[in-house]
């Protein structure tokens, strides 16, 4: 039972990535013609959400001294 709570919450976390990605980047905004262009835009999607994410983490580690509480920190 233990494991398949952890499981949920790690599921929890994609699922948020995916709807910030959407929201921050334009993750859904591509309409699929052709395979490789998809994929390079999820890719570049994906790809600048990370950065955006890592870059917020590391501004709110400057401001606060503590990261603030979210997908980063699962403590």
Do not use: N
């Not at 929890?12 to 929201?23: I, Q, T």
């Not at 994410?53 to 403590?75: C, L």
């Amino acid at each position: 039972m233990e494991e398949l709570v952890g499981v949920c919450q790690e599921r929890w976390a994609v699922e948020e990535c995916f709807a910030e990605a959407k929201a921050e980047v334009g993750l859904d905004d591509y309409e699929v013609r052709r395979w490789d262009a998809w994929y390079r835009h999820v890719t570049v999607c994906l790809l600048t959400h990370a950065f955006l994410a890592v870059t917020r983490h590391e501004a709110a580690i400057e401001e606060e001294g503590s990261p603030k509480k979210g997908i980063w920190t699962q403590a």
